[in-house]
């Protein structure tokens, strides 16, 4: 009987060829492109992003040369510098710098036909290390609906067809083929928190729900599809808002809807996600606007939302502080 991870490669049909695979060179990328490779051939090529933020990055592109030569796969690399991110984690930063290759990536590599499909590696565990890594943040909604299963980003279609896929799965499948992989020392580092989740949590969630990846996978279903409708309403409530916000037309929303709509049109129109704390500090500031002279100037993601005139603006540099009011 075929095995989940074969089950869930067999029942994964991305929309564009060629397809690109996200190939670090850890197991469940080998696995992964292996396998794609196997089902696809000729229509499959690995993208590789040198990160340069570890000693042995050269070593891992290395590798990542010989197992595509091995399996006939063509292989773009693309180096990165994600050191100079400030304002976020190194991991988060490495995170928005390999999506950003991925896109430069299929620009670059048109040659061979516009890649638009990106498949990764995540499985199963990766899903539930991300939702607990969310719940321990305190992250809403959008934290807690974790990774889809499909998502459009830079352009791509992102794929990650092993998500109900146990990473243990994903080895066995590997080990009786003989392919070889990397470990990336840092995943052992415990001063991450995602290290310490996989490490501490996951065998002590393991023991006392067995089912926990299936049901954790439900959960996170029901948030994402939470999340749609917010988003749903908030693009219909952006409509009425306007765009940059009327604060007439916000303050006859509820408070929650508000929220909603705000942390919307900041994400969408700026690429700004707000805090919780700002988020609260901005709606405080949109109900207290009863006067004309009443200033609302606020430090929200990387910028500054401002009240001008009827409307709210967002900056990412200060605005001049003679603003009309
Ligand atoms: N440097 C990289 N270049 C290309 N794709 C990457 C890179 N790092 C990660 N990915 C993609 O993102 C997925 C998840 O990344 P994550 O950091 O969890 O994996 P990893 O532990 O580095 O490697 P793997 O998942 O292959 O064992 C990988 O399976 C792979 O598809």
């Known amino acids: 009987m075929n095995s989940t991870f074969e089950r869930a ?49 050269d070593g891992f592109e290395q590798h990542c040369r010989s197992m595509c030569e091995r399996l006939g796969v063509p292989l773009v690399v693309h180096r990165v510098d994600a050191r100079h991110a400030t304002g976020e984690s190194p991991e ?27 498949v990764l590696g995540h499985h199963a565990d990766d899903q539930v290390e991300t939702l607990l890594l969310a719940l321990s943040r305190g992250a809403g909604l959008p934290g807690l609906a974790a990774m889809p299963a ?10 990650r067809p092993l998500l109900a896929v146990a990473g243990a799965e994903v080895r066995e499948w590997l080990a009786g083929r003989e392919l070889p992989w990397i470990e990336d020392p840092t995943n052992e580092d415990a001063r991450y928190t995602r290290n310490r989740i996989r490490s501490v949590l996951l065998p002590a969630v393991e023991q006392a729900f067995p089912q926990f990846r299936s049901t954790f996978a439900r959960s996170v279903g029901h948030a994402a599809q939470a999340q749609q409708l917010l988003n749903e309403l908030a693009a219909q409530d952006l409509e009425s808002v306007g765009s ?11 408070r929650a809807r508000q929220a909603n709509v705000l942390r919307h049109w900041l994400m969408r129109s700026h690429g700004c ?36 005139g009827d409307l709210l603006h967002w900056y990412n540099v200060a605005p001049s502080p003679k603003t009309s009011l």
């Not at 696995?31 to 340069?52: D, E, S, T």
């Not at 990536?105 to 990106?118: K, L, P, Q, T």
């Not at 988020?279 to 430090?299: F, N, W």
Request: charged share 20%.
């Open 9 to 57: 490669i067999a029942a994964f049909e991305p929309a564009h060829w060629p397809l690109a695979v996200g190939f670090s060179g850890g197991a469940d990328s080998t696995a992964l492109l292996a396998a794609c490779a196997a089902r696809w051939p000729g229509q499959v090529v690995a993208f590789h992003v040198h990160h340069g933020l570890q000693a042995a990055a």
């Open 92 to 118: 988060d930063a490495a995170r928005r710098a390999r999506y950003a290759a991925f896109a430069e990536m299929a620009r670059a590599d048109e040659a061979r036909g516009a890649i638009r499909s990106v």
């Open 150 to 159: 499909h998502a459009q980003r830079n352009g791509l279609d992102i794929y």
């Open 244 to 254: 940059p916000p009327r604060i007439a037309t916000l303050q006859a929303l509820s």
């Open 273 to 308: 996600g707000p805090s919780a704390a700002q988020l609260e500090q901005l709606l405080d500031q949109v109900r207290a606007c009863t006067t004309r002279g009443h200033r609302i100037h606020l430090k929200v993601g990387a910028g500054f939302v401002e009240r001008r």
